[in-house]
């Protein structure tokens, strides 16, 4: 069965908001100020909206606006955090796919937050982005590291186990940390590249299946939709697999989670 678009569920995926959150945050936190008063700040694969609304807190006078391919996702971000901002700014919402998104004007910041995995050969893009910077711009992201991770190999190892073979990417869905640092250097960047491994503790009942069904997971449950018994079986299996992998203790479930970060300036502040 080949891949498709996965379809997304805001409320699942922000179930886990707190902790999703958090990669974007230690990312921001090494983005230098931007120049300027009102700078321009695209964010790729904005989802809900919860974590761009932290753009406008770090830059209140910004014109921010958030792109996604997700029509659910957009009329969540729509809905809750469209808007004019405290600061003189404003933050809106547009659709766009990242795989052929290219900047129609100049930008201060260009930002995305666990989203490029889903692109393939994303690195190709990074030309165009980089170009639509303003000199002294920033371009920045987080992507997830953790493929090897068992909770993504006993997904695909299901996944095959179930004809489900092209529904999912692999390990090649990101780049070592070293390659994206050469990718940018290459492009007249100066780069700050570096990983992190969270160790999330999760509450609740089989809460790592809980935290997939909101990203990793979306297209098994996508190619799934019309046929619910195997949903339901692959979904048995995968629980049981995982309660295996990530067993509960005293005060929760540790769930490590690695993270690849980046942060590139074009030209010399």
């Not at 753009?55 to 997700?70: F, K, M, Q, V």
């Not at 129609?104 to 190709?124: C, F, G, K, M, R």
Request: charged share 25%; proline share 9%; with cysteine.
């Amino acid at each position: 069965m080949s891949a498709a678009a996965p379809t997304w569920d805001p409320a699942q995926y922000l179930r886990h908001a707190g902790h999703r959150a958090r990669p974007f945050v230690d990312l921001l936190a090494q983005v230098p100020d931007l120049p300027g008063d009102h700078p321009r700040i695209a964010d790729l694969g904005c989802g809900p909206g919860n974590v761009t609304a932290l753009l406008a807190e770090r830059w209140p006078g910004a014109h921010i606006t958030g792109y996604d391919n997700s029509a659910e996702m957009l009329d969540r971000a729509h809905v809750e955090h469209e808007g004019p901002t405290p600061g003189g700014g404003r933050l809106d919402f547009a659709h766009a796919d990242v795989r052929t998104w290219t900047p129609d004007e100049p930008y201060d910041l260009i930002v995305s937050n666990a989203t490029l995995q889903w692109v393939p050969d994303h690195v190709e893009r990074f030309g165009a982005w980089v170009a639509g910077l303003r000199p002294g711009g920033t371009f920045a992201f987080q992507v997830p590291g953790n493929f090897d991770a068992p909770s993504h190999r006993l997904m695909r190892d299901l996944a095959h186990r179930h004809g489900l073979t092209d529904t999912l990417r692999h390990d090649d869905a990101v780049l070592a940390p070293r390659d994206y640092l050469a990718r940018l250097v290459d492009l007249g960047c100066t780069a700050d590249v570096w990983e992190t491994t969270y160790v999330h503790l999760l509450t609740g009942e089989d809460p790592v299946l809980d935290w997939v069904k909101g990203t990793g997971l979306r297209p098994v449950l996508t190619a799934l939709a019309d046929e619910p018994e195997t949903r339901d079986a692959f979904l048995g299996e995968y629980r049981e697999a995982l309660r295996e992998a990530y067993p509960a203790g005293p005060h929760g479930t540790p769930f490590p989670f690695r993270r690849i970060f980046a942060v590139a300036g074009k030209g010399v502040r």
